[in-house]
């Protein structure tokens, strides 16, 4: 479509195959889009009805569908070089995961030139600092091809889930990390919008990473690595709403969730499908 421009691009980035955990991640992007004609497009602004109803169907949304074999380097390629066609067409774009290394070429294939003042902000129990190319890699790999430290916010970092070398590396890479334990004290409102503050102030492109993981297990049950005590799926939504309606944002991934590993229920891709009406709620009220 050139010359065509859309609010909202949403494309399946379903890679699964460097997971350091057992995982059918590449199956949830479809999982979620059966899941979304299940909620209405109805809005109530600031979670009250004096302030208006809006829809995101007054959004334009496309769906680029998914990319094929996003694993490895030259899905990897592939992968980056199809958000980047989103990116040019759309002022959002959400990719859906797939396991956590799909938060490279989300975020590379938005920045692109940017890179050098662009801004990263995780919601995860986990670093995601490890060494080598797998989903436990994807911020320090950013880093490694530009990113400043400085500009990374990660939330919701879990005790006994990080090495402490990971943490003496996020130390040591200037990130800002907001604890598990901090969200007892602030509200995510507050949070986010510090974090979004830190990651935009080099004038560029912010990319936010929503890990499911960070979830309590009871809510994310589909999630392999999520674990009791994290946050809740209200929180999580609260995230993608205030990530969805800030203009400095550009891109958002929703990861790890395998879809064939949920509750009969489907609570986890319930509450990913959940995440995307957010992130749409939020642009749409921009």
């Given at each position: 479509m050139p010359g065509a421009h859309v609010?909202?691009?949403?494309?399946?980035?379903?890679?699964?195959?460097?997971?350091?955990?057992?995982?059918n991640a590449g199956e949830t992007p479809d999982a979620i889009r059966a899941v979304l004609p299940r909620y209405s497009d109805a809005i109530i602004a600031?979670?009250?009805?004096?302030?208006?109803?809006?829809?995101?169907?007054?959004?334009?949304?496309?769906?680029?569908?998914?990319?094929?074999?996003?694993?490895?380097?030259?899905?990897?390629?592939?992968?980056?070089?199809?958000?980047?066609?989103?990116?040019?067409?759309?002022?959002?774009?959400i990719a859906l995961g797939g396991d956590n290394s799909v938060t490279v070429a989300s975020a590379l294939g938005t920045w692109g030139d940017a890179l050098p003042s662009a801004g990263l902000v995780t919601l995860d129990a986990h670093y995601d600092l490890r060494d080598g190319v797998n989903n436990g890699s994807p911020v320090r790999r950013l880093v490694e091809a530009g990113l400043a430290g400085t500009r990374i916010v990660q939330i919701g970092i879990a005790d006994f889930a990080?090495?402490?070398?990971?943490?003496?590396?996020?130390?040591?890479?200037?990130?800002t990390v907001v604890?598990?334990?901090?969200?007892?004290?602030?509200?995510?409102?507050?949070v986010m919008a510090e974090a979004l503050d830190i990651a935009g102030a080099g004038g560029g492109p912010v990319h936010v990473d929503l890990d499911v993981d960070v979830c309590d297990r009871s809510v994310a049950p589909g999630c392999p690595a999520s674990v009791p005590g994290g946050i809740s799926a209200y929180e999580l939504r609260l995230a993608a709403r205030a990530a969805g309606a800030d203009r400095r944002v550009r891109s958002v991934d929703i990861a790890?969730?395998?879809?064939?590993?949920?509750?009969?229920?489907?609570?986890?891709?319930?509450?990913?499908a959940l995440c995307v009406l957010e992130v749409a709620a939020g642009l749409a009220l921009r």
């Open positions: 609010d909202l691009a949403m494309i399946g980035l379903p890679a699964w195959r460097t997971s350091l955990s057992t995982t600031d979670r009250g009805v004096r302030e208006g109803i809006r829809s995101i169907a007054d959004l334009t949304i496309v769906d680029c569908g998914n990319v094929h074999e996003p694993d490895g380097p030259e899905g990897e390629k592939r992968a980056l070089a199809a958000v980047a066609r989103a990116a040019a067409l759309a002022d959002v774009v990080n090495s402490r070398r990971y943490a003496e590396r996020a130390r040591d890479l200037g990130i604890h598990r334990d901090e969200l007892h004290r602030r509200p995510m409102s507050d790890e969730v395998d879809s064939t590993a949920d509750a009969e229920d489907g609570r986890t891709v319930r509450l990913a």
